[in-house]
């Protein structure tokens, strides 16, 4: 992608000139577009044939030149989006579909007194055959919780992600007040642009890895 990437810059690079005659009769060097900022070097990436640069490689350096100026609000899940979980739901099959169908892997869980979150539950407690209707969601329910600010740079949200090696942050804002969500599939999303797609479902299994085509 590198080498399309450059081919496609000298197109627009003074180094690359095509003679042209002038009023005159004499060649004179025409005038190539260099791009002097990044909504122009977009520009560039916009008008590129496919057969240069594919949707998706535009995609990925788009989202890689943009990363540093974004903010966790530009990409966290709204609150009124999240689906929680009160520490004294039960379990049963209503509230598991409400969860399922969500799309999400991580829940928070708000406090019977307190109206504040108290934890999050995972999608992976939530497979187990041994959940039962009577099961309420205090049961299941993991008490780290990390949180960013709506502020963020998107580069400091993925260093704290790496710091706190945490997949799920709930987002807040100056007045400490939950305004949303941020998991690391919408980092990966405005890292690269997609989200990259593998059907392999065995990578809890060493042979598996190893022999897989």
């Known amino acids: 992608m590198n080498d399309k990437f450059h081919k496609l ?3 627009f690079l ?10 005159e009769g004499a060649e004179t060097p025409r005038p190539k577009f260099t791009p002097q900022n990044t909504k122009e070097l977009m520009e560039v990436l916009r008008r ?5 640069l594919s949707s998706r490689e535009r995609a990925i350096i788009a989202s890689a030149m943009t990363f540093s100026d974004r903010k966790v609000k530009d990409i966290m899940i709204p609150l009124i989006d999240v689906p929680y979980v009160r520490e004294d739901d039960y379990l049963g099959p209503f509230m598991l ?3 399922y169908q969500s ?7 708000i406090g019977k007194n307190t109206g504040k979150i108290v934890g999050v539950i995972h999608t992976e407690s939530l497979n187990s055959l ?5 099961d309420k969601a205090s049961q299941y329910l993991d008490p780290r919780v990390y949180y960013v600010r709506e502020d963020y740079t998107l580069e400091q949200a993925l260093a704290a992600l790496l710091r706190a090696n945490c997949f799920f942050f709930i987002v807040l804002n100056k007045d400490a007040q939950t305004v949303g969500l941020l998991t690391y599939k919408e980092l990966i999303i405005a890292i690269f642009g997609i989200t ?3 059907n392999f479902t065995g990578d809890a299994d060493p042979y598996a890895v190893a022999h897989r085509a």
């Open 14 to 23: 003074p180094e690359n000139r095509e003679e042209l005659l002038d009023a």
């Open 48 to 52: 590129t044939p496919k057969d240069i």
């Open 196 to 198: 990259p797609e593998d």
């Open 103 to 109: 799309g999400l892997s991580h829940f928070p869980v």
């Open 9 to 11: 810059l000298d197109r």
């Open 130 to 134: 041994e959940i039962k209707e009577a």
């Open 97 to 99: 579909d409400k969860l």
